[in-house]
């Protein structure tokens, strides 16, 4: 069965520094692997996707993931948060058509 | 490109009540549409899966008298939930895909349902 491991449920960093959020994952196959990023009372918007081919996947509003089969992760990045990217994001693994989510984590930026 | 629109995006009813919510994909043909509920502060879980034209596949544990699924055209799915009970109170999300836009899922922005 597939699965997704967010170990951090709430993360707070400052504005302008760096991000990491952590993401494990665990399938039977080569995963479909997204990050979402969802704000309060919306749904669902793609950050990034990996399908194959090269292990850094970069996204939209400055975003990038790594895809480490060896250690079944697939870590979000950003080098320097703004106040505009608090909100919660969700690690999700394949296939697309039966994704199964993370528990989220909480991104909270201080100034 | 690639929007996906729910309406409404928050109802309340009481207990009993039925309730239809509209998942729209605007500018694309969905050919599969995805209903998820989410609970506060937790993750989104797939309730079911509609292909146009044919009956939506539940995931185990949901009740499909309760949770009607229609997905008449390629633009239009709609989740109706029937006989509506407090606990029944959640975010629904949809989501649509279509072969022409990768493999990938377009996700609604969401409807609160409160169930009195």
């Known amino acids: 069965a597939q699965s997704v491991t967010q170990p951090d449920i709430h993360i707070t960093v400052s504005e302008g520094a760096s991000l990491e959020l952590r993401c494990n994952y665990s399938?039977?196959?080569?995963?479909?692997l997204f990050w979402y990023v969802q704000s309060p009372g919306q749904g669902l918007q793609l950050l990034l996707k990996y399908f194959s081919g090269d292990t850094l996947v970069q996204g939209i509003k400055g975003f990038e993931a790594e895809f480490k089969r060896s250690q079944s992760s697939f870590n979000l990045r950003k080098p320097s948060v703004h106040w505009s990217d608090a909100a919660e994001y969700f690690c999700a693994v394949g296939p697309y058509e039966k994704l199964t989510f993370g528990t989220g984590t909480r991104l909270t930026i201080i100034p | 490109g690639a929007v996906v629109s729910q309406h409404p995006s928050w109802v309340i009813c009481k207990s009993g009540t039925s309730v239809k919510i509209e998942c729209r994909s605007l500018?694309?043909?969905?050919?599969?549409m995805f209903w998820y509920r989410q609970f506060p502060k937790q993750s989104l879980m797939l309730m079911a899966t509609?292909?146009?034209?044919?009956?939506?596949?539940?995931e185990q544990g949901v009740e499909k008298d309760k949770f009607l699924i229609n997905h008449a055209s390629l633009t239009l799915s709609t989740l109706t939930v029937t006989s509506a009970h407090p606990e029944d109170s959640s975010f629904y999300i949809c989501?649509?895909?279509?072969?022409?836009?990768?493999?990938?899922?377009?996700f609604g922005p969401g409807t609160r349902l409160t169930v009195l």
């Open positions: 399938y039977g196959a080569t995963p479909y």
């Open positions: 509609s292909n146009e034209g044919s009956k939506a596949t539940y």
């Open positions: 989501s649509a895909r279509a072969p022409g836009l990768g493999d990938t899922q377009y």
């Open positions: 500018d694309f043909q969905a050919t599969t």
